[in-house]
């Protein structure tokens, strides 16, 4: 979506955009989540406005129009299942703010199924020469005045479980120096102290001290500082890891990297795998990723074809015909 897209959406719905951002905030929504539904149905008011090239009223949204809206979320920007699923929750949860406020006399999103969801998929991640490569390449793709800040922002979600909105809202003031700790604001302003491991913490420290930008005000407490002077936003640490992923898989003598998808989340699903895949407490490990729900967490203890192999890789021949 354009920035002139953009603009235009907010002043023709800035009424009902407000009132649904004002009552997420009231329902004490994380930032997070405001954020992500706020794009969401921004999103799908691009999708209705698109062929009209002007303002169309809310109140004659039909199931159709977001029928065929998840339909090309998924034809024409592959989206997954969850991720649409996500995506109707939005608009669910924007129509009945809606309603509730009398600018709508129905929600057309109320009884839209749900797309089904791949049960027991394992989390993708990378193994532990695969992260020594990712790493590597950091200094290939990145300026030289920012290979430090990119190589800790890296490392605390492959070797601490970060999250990418995480890294973002990491402030200097959240470093415990003593314990060579930070503390973590999780999904739902949920806090976590976290514990590092002597060189990460190391690595983060002398960032701050030799190679962090100076802030523009307004952003002093940011640890991460992109080069306008700014927090480091959300895309631009996606960016970041994409552009390392995409100069790997363009090397011929990296097949294994060819059409592999590696996101900033994949670096933390490394993290929680290579942790459980140790023998580390489950338990340990959800304090660690800020899992309120231990079924989240357990998805990590996945075994892989190889652990199988190896676990089958038996002396048949000595029970059989010896």
């Known amino acids: 979506m354009s920035m002139h897209t953009y603009d235009r959406l907010l002043q ?52 159709i129009h977001l029928t065929l809206f998840l339909n090309e979320l998924k034809a024409k920007r592959g989206n997954s299942a969850a991720t649409r699923n996500r995506r109707l929750t939005a608009l669910r949860s924007f129509f009945k703010c809606l309603m509730d406020y009398e600018l709508v006399s129905h929600n057309p999103a109320s009884d839209l199924e749900a797309a089904k969801e791949t049960k027991g998929r394992l989390p993708v991640y990378l193994e532990k020469e695969e992260l020594k490569l990712f790493f590597r390449q950091i200094e290939s793709v990145s300026q030289k005045l920012y290979i430090k800040r990119n190589k800790v922002m890296m490392g605390l979600m492959a070797f601490a479980g970060l999250r990418v909105t995480e890294i973002h809202h990491l402030n200097l003031s959240a470093i415990h120096y003593e314990q060579h700790a930070i503390t973590v604001r999780g999904k739902g302003n949920k806090m976590r102290f976290l514990p590092l491991s002597k060189l990460l913490f190391q690595e983060l420290t002398s960032y701050i001290e030799k190679e962090r930008i100076y802030p523009m005000k307004g952003h002093e407490d940011a640890v991460f500082i992109s080069r306008r002077g700014k927090r480091i936003s959300r895309r ?15 090397q011929p003598d990296l097949a294994g990297w060819h059409g592999k998808k590696v996101s900033s989340h994949k670096l933390r699903h490394s993290f929680a795998t290579h942790l459980v895949r140790e023998g580390k407490d489950i338990r340990t490990v959800q304090e660690l990723l800020g899992h309120t729900n231990l079924n989240t967490t357990q998805k990590y203890t996945h075994v892989s074809d190889k652990q199988k192999e190896r676990a089958m890789d038996i002396d048949v021949a000595s029970y059989l015909y010896e």
């Open 12 to 63: 023709w719905y800035e009424e009902e955009l407000l009132i649904f951002e004002t009552h997420m905030d009231n329902k004490e929504y994380s930032v997070f989540t405001i954020d992500n539904y706020k794009r969401d149905i921004l999103l799908f008011l691009d999708f209705l406005t698109r062929k009209k090239q002007g303002k169309v009223e809310l109140e004659g949204t039909k199931k």
């Open 236 to 250: 631009r640490i996606q960016e970041i890891t994409e552009r390392i992923q995409q100069s790997l898989s363009e």
